[in-house]
C-alpha cells in the first residue's frame, strides 16, 4: 500500500510542490497504521487457522508464538515503507541503502545474542527481527526530521488527516496491484505441495524460487528506479522524458535477465548445489531449470513495466489486469495442465508462467507502447493540483 507514495511523491516532486511529499508520507502513516490493526487477527490466530489449513500441530504452535512476536515488525512497516518511499522519490537511495547496512549489522549481533548466547530460539531470532526493523525506522525518521530533508520535511501537519478517504483508495489499489503479483508464486507452492510424492517436488520448487527471489532483487531495483524517474518527469510535465526512462530501463533489465537465463541454462544441473546435495533434487532442479530460466526472463521485463505503471498511477487498471491474468487465466491453466494432463510440478508452473506471468507481460507491454505521455504528463499536472495543498510559509531555496 505505501506504493501509493510513489506515485504521488514522485509527481509532486518533479511539480516542485516539495512541501507535499511530508504531508503524503504522514497520511500514509496513519493509513497504514490503522491498517496493521485490521490485520492483527492474522497474527493472534496464527495458531487456529495453520491447523484449518492442514498443518501439523507442533508446526502450527510454534509458528503461532512466533507470530505473536513479530506484532511489532508488522507495526514497522506503517512507517518504514513510507519513509523509504518519502526518500527515493527525492533521490536520496543512498540513505536507505546506508540505514539498511546499520539495521543489517544490528540484526547480526541479536540474532547471535538472542539465538546462541541466551538460547531463546526463534523467538530470539523474532525479537532480533523486531529490533532491525525499527532500527530501520529510526535511522530514516532521525535523517528526515533533523535537517535531511529540509525542502520535503516541514514538520508535522494537520493536513495529513484531510483527504484520507481518497488516499485510502489509492493506496488500496497499489496494495492489490502487488499483493496478486507477490502472491501468485506462494500459491504455486502451495498447490505443489497437493502432488502424490510432493517431497522432491516442494524441495525442487522452492530452490529454484530462491534462486528467482535473489535474482528478481535486481528487477525490482528497476522497479523502483522506473516508477520514480517516470513519476518525477510526469509530475514536471516531460512526457517524452518519462517514455525514454521506461526505454532504457526495458532494455537494461532485459540484458540482464537474458544473462541470468543463459547461466542458468548453462549450469541447470549444477546450480542447486548451492543449496543441497540430495541426488533426486538436483535431477528434479535440472528438468525445472528451463522453467526458471523463462521466469527470470519473463521477470526482468515485468516488474519494470509494473514500475511504470506505479510512476504513471495506473495502479488500479494494473490491480484488475493481474487478477485476470493470474488468477482468471494462469491458475486455472497451472491446475489443467498438472493435474488433468498429469504434468506436476512442470505442468503447474507452466501454466502459471505462460498463461499468466506471459499474458499480464504482454498486456502491460501493449498499452506502454500506445501510452500517449504528453496526455500522461498532463494528468500528472492535474492529479498534482488535486492532491496538493497551499503551503502557508513556503521553505526558503
Not at 153 to 170: D, I, N, P, Y
Not at 267 to 288: E, P, W, Y
Amino acid at each position: 500500500m505505501a506504493s501509493a507514495l510513489e506515485t504521488l511523491c514522485g509527481q509532486a516532486y518533479g511539480a516542485k510542490r516539495y512541501h507535499m511529499l511530508g504531508i503524503y508520507m504522514q497520511r500514509s502513516w496513519i493509513v497504514l497504521f490503522c491498517c496493521c490493526f485490521l490485520l492483527l487477527p492474522l497474527y493472534a490466530f496464527a495458531t487456529p487457522v495453520l491447523k484449518l489449513l492442514g498443518q501439523p500441530d507442533d508446526v502450527a504452535e510454534l509458528s503461532g508464538q512466533v507470530a505473536l512476536w513479530l506484532i511489532p515488525l508488522h507495526f514497522s512497516f506503517a512507517f518504514q515503507f513510507p519513509l523509504q518511499r518519502f526518500l527515493q522519490c527525492q533521490l536520496k537511495n543512498h540513505v536507505v541503502a546506508w540505514v539498511a547496512l546499520v539495521a543489517l549489522l544490528v540484526n547480526v549481533l541479536t540474532s547471535w545474542l538472542f539465538v546462541y548466547v541466551w538460547g531463546f530460539g526463534v523467538v530470539g531470532a523474532a525479537v532480533a527481527l523486531d529490533v532491525s526493523w525499527w532500527v530501520l525506522v529510526a535511522g530514516m525518521t532521525w535523517y528526515a526530521m533533523r535537517g535531511g530533508c529540509p525542502l520535503t520535511w516541514t514538520g508535522f501537519s494537520v493536513q495529513a488527516f484531510s483527504g484520507l478517504g481518497e488516499f485510502l483508495k489509492l493506496s488500496a489499489a497499489a496494495g492489490v496491484m502487488l499483493c496478486l503479483e507477490n502472491w501468485y508464486y506462494r500459491v504455486l507452492i502451495l498447490m505443489t505441495g497437493y502432488l502424490e510424492n510432493a517431497t522432491v517436488a516442494v524441495d525442487a520448487l522452492s530452490v529454484c524460487m530462491s534462486i528467482n527471489g535473489f535474482e528478481i532483487m535486481i528487477p525490482l531495483a528497476f522497479f523502483a528506479a522506473t516508477g520514480v524517474r517516470v513519476a518525477n518527469e510526469l509530475g514536471a510535465g516531460n512526457g517524452k522524458a518519462a517514455k525514454f526512462a521506461t526505454a532504457v530501463s526495458v532494455v537494461q533489465s532485459t540484458l540482464i535477465g537474458l544473462m541470468f537465463c543463459v547461466l542458468i541454462m548453462i549450469l541447470r544441473d549444477k546450480i542447486a548445489l548451492i543449496f543441497t546435495s540430495s541426488a533426486d533434487v538436483l535431477a528434479q532442479v535440472d528438468k525445472l531449470s528451463p522453467l526458471l530460466a523463462v521466469t527470470i526472463l519473463l521477470n526482468s521485463v515485468q516488474p519494470v513495466l509494473s514500475g511504470v505503471a506505479v510512476g504513471s498511477g495506473w495502479q488500479a487498471t494494473v490491480a484488475y489486469i493481474n487478477l485476470g491474468c493470474y488468477y482468471v487465466i494462469g491458475l486455472p491453466l497451472g491446475i489443467l495442465m498438472g493435474w488433468t494432463f498429469k504434468l506436476g510440478v512442470e505442468g503447474i508452473w507452466g501454466g502459471m508462467i505462460f498463461g499468466g506471468t506471459a499474458v499480464q507481460t504482454v498486456i502491460l507491454a501493449i498499452i506502454t507502447i500506445r501510452c500517449d505521455w504528453d496526455k500522461e504528463a498532463e494528468k500528472a499536472r492535474n492529479h498534482v493540483q488535486k492532491w496538493s495543498t497551499p503551503q502557508e510559509h513556503p521553505p526558503q531555496t
